[in-house]
């Protein structure tokens, strides 16, 4: 359900894993892009933390959506890019000559590019996009031990406010685990739409028993929209990636365990659907 003075739409086309198009008051924003086909295996080990075995990503299933196939991209939202399941060579090709928000160590490491924007947590980025001004404002995020990564909240005034007053805004996770400072956000925007990347994936690690945990599950998923008390949780990255370990049946009866089942909007890779 739309709150009453949310002046717009907001359609998703989800691709793959984290890789989603989100059109918002004019604006097509496309969330961490891969576009390589499937199946494949990549050797991450280089980017592991020290002393971890040998790690290999193995990828099911590529991109419901070619990039020929995709409408024009106005803003890259980028987590992080140093990891091959939200930024793989063929996503790269859509970063030259548009707008892209990661990392201050994204934001180098993708230099020279003239529109690489870095983004710190709870930093806000204005743009005037399409004629209209928006503020778009970096999440704190965990991920592998070592990386910098980043969630987005965005808001311009067509989405209006909350009837506490507080600005009504789309937030995208990026790859996290939960964390306290999450629940910050409910103090500063009423989360109309949270574009969740789950999957619970892990990882085993040097110097641990047991694999580290990289990405939330349903349950913690549930929490953290409980504590936004957001309208409407979108998940998406449950699928294709062998280092998940949640994917759409268990996440399905996470939510249903945690009574959020009727809040949830589900994707269909390639498929464009309003969600407000």
Known sequence: MSPTNFNTTVHITHL????????????NFITDPVFADAPAEYDIT????????????????????KLNQIPPVDVVLLSHEDHIDN?????????????????????????????????????????????????????????????????????NKNLGT??????????????????PEHYEIAKRFHIVVALMNLGDARFPVAGRDEPLQITMGGEDAAKLFRGLKADTLVPIHYESWHHFTQ??????????????????CWMVPGERKQVV
């Open 16 to 27: 793959t894993t984290a890789t989603s198009i989100l059109e918002i008051d004019g604006v």
């Open 46 to 65: 280089d980017i592991m933390p020290e002393d971890t075995q040998k790690t290999i990503l193995k990828y099911d299933e590529g991109p419901a959506l």
């Open 87 to 155: 930024l793989d060579d063929e996503g790269r090709k859509l970063l030259d000559g548009r707008r892209v928000i990661t990392t201050p160590d994204g934001a180098r490491n993708l230099a020279p590019r003239p529109g690489v924007f870095a983004i710190k947590p709870w930093e806000t980025l204005t743009m005037n996009l399409n004629g209209v001004e928006w503020q778009i404002t970096g999440v704190p995020c965990v991920h592998l031990p070592g990386g910098e990564v980043t969630g987005f909240i965005l808001h």
């Open 162 to 179: 909350s009837p506490e007053g507080l600005p009504n805004a789309v937030y995208f996770t990026g790859d996290t685990v939960l964390l």
């Open 247 to 264: 994917y759409g049946e268990q996440l399905k009866k996470a939510f249903e365990k945690e009574g959020i089942a009727n809040r949830i």
